[in-house]
């Protein structure tokens, strides 16, 4: 009786390590399976699934099933940020669904190729689904949306595994892994999809509507630093409707092959416009190289690629990534120190592009400071906007001082045209304005019909002031008779100093008698005109005027010619008359 207990606790025991090594082995109901009911809305999951890396590339699902123990590994990080990465990537987890809703398992990245293993029950048995997605895949999604979408549903089974395989573009093409797994019931998921696409359809929106604004600002200015702005912002539109996959819910997939063709034109363009719009040729030499360095050294990305070196092309935007910034950001402060108001507000532009870019590595690089849920494409494309409508801003500015240059260089050369026109002691108009005027003013007075009538004039004894009292004593006769000429003649009269002594004043739209009547109050006003010698002793001085009227088919010269006659016939006459011929 003995013997049959000893052996009877020998089998149990047997019995019960065997169920347990069962349990540790093959467990069905382990602390890691994710457990899902409908009262579910959003979960993250990647810090509850295990990942394996196929270095060969080559094994099948069915192996993938019966791998040895221990070789997945558990993630315990919210996001899959493997970095570059060119190996398969099987990704594993269980779900336990109680409940009758439909959840979706989505990424939050569009890869170039995944594939989607769900066990389902059928009666008693469990058959996986395969399902496709990837930007590369030739299938039909099941939920048109930029990421891959899977439904998780009543079939799935608890018991085994759920595999996420993840193949990059080529075994010699590296893929940035950068996303993280989600659940959610489907009205959470919709509604996060129609807020994502409506956040990013905004922000491309606000840069299409910046871009077509400048290019009509473009046509119709016809300044060229707004065509390179134009062409900055459009392609940075082009970039980041190719890296936010936002045309995918078109059914538009395969667009990757375009992306690096997209960074390395932004990057060309983006220092073009850097380099007008600063001047940092004739400003910044050394920052000029650097960036025409950076022009030259875009492209080679895309030679790169194309002659099969993806790590060369991988490099190169990296150092672009962080040198580009860099550069322009320097640029923008040196230009700013220097006195350039413009600067201010094209440094604050690339300090927000900059500061979302170190925002999405930030989160790229799963440091943990970001949280998964957040969609780190909203901050470049944040970013961008608020770039191009800084960029705008400082457009705005320098245009704004180019016309203030343009209105002081215009009102110079109109200063510079009029003092070369007048006489520099009296003020008055010189001969060269006389001989442009007369001329003018014959042609209107015949084509309109109109009189046209001329005073020449000359101080009396002029020459005697001079001779006794000297040159500056002989000015100040100049200018006070000028003011009287000025007191005596009307608004449209244009009188002219023509040389020395003598004066022509051109009277438009007057008779030869009114002319008479203008002349004799001139000669009457000059005559009681005085200056003060510096013993006290008042002088003064008479002028004689000669005044004619335009006739049929006279010339300038003849005009004047009569009229000068007409003055020395009243200075032969005795002075200080007013003579008409």
Known sequence: MQHYDEKSHLM?????????????????????????????????????????????????????QNISFGSFKPLNHERYSLGLFNDILWIRFRIKKTGDKTVLL???????????????????????????????????????????????????????YIYIRIQPYSRTDSVLLDFSLELQDKQTFYLKAIAEVAIMFFLIGGLIALGLYNLILAMY?????????????????????LRSRILAIFGIYRIHIFVLPSIAITYVLSMVFSRVFLETRENLPRLDKVMLFIIFLSPAMLI?????????????????????????????????????GPAR????????????????????GG?????SFIDLEFFIAIGAFGEALLLSLALADRIQILQQEKNYLENREKYLSEI??????????????????????????????????LLVLDIDHFKSVNDEFGHSFGDKVLIKLTDCFIFCLRSNDIACRYGGEEFAIILPETSLSDAVLIAERLREQSAEAFVVESSGKKIYRTVSIGVTALVDNETAEDLFERADRALYTAKEGGRNKVVQL
């Open 221 to 241: 200015l016809k300044i060229k630093i707004y065509g390179y702005y134009v062409a900055y912002i459009f392609s940075m539109i082009f970039f980041l409707l």
């Open 12 to 64: 149990i025991r047997t019995f019960l390590f065997l169920i347990y090594a069962v349990f540790i082995s093959f467990p069905v109901w382990s602390s890691d399976t994710i457990k899902v009911n409908d009262s579910l809305s959003f979960l993250p999951i990647s810090s509850m699934t295990e990942y394996f890396h196929d270095t060969s590339g080559t094994m099948t699902f069915s192996e993938m």
């Open 304 to 340: 790169f690629l194309l002659t099969g070196m993806p790590l060369m092309t991988d490099i190169i935007v990296h150092i672009l990534t962080v040198a580009a910034p860099l550069v322009v950001i320097a640029a923008g402060f040196t230009r700013y120190k220097q006195g350039y």
């Open 367 to 371: 440091w943990g400071f970001i949280p």
């Open 420 to 453: 070369s026109l007048r006489d520099e002691l009296t003020g008055l108009y010189n001969k060269r304005m006389y001989l442009r005027t007369i001329q003018r003013k014959i042609e209107s007075s015949r084509k309109n019909n109109i009189p046209l009538s």
């Open 345 to 364: 507000f094209y440094l604050a532009a690339w300090l927000i592009l900059g500061t979302s870019v170190l925002l999405s590595g930030i989160g790229t």
């Open 106 to 160: 989505s990424t939050t990245k569009l890869m170039p190729y995944i594939d989607f293993y769900l066990p389902e029950k059928n009666n008693l048995r469990v058959e996986y689904r395969h399902l496709e997605a990837g930007n590369f895949n030739n299938t039909i999604r099941i939920f048109p949306f930029r990421y891959p979408v899977f439904p998780i549903t009543d079939k799935t089974s608890a018991e085994e």
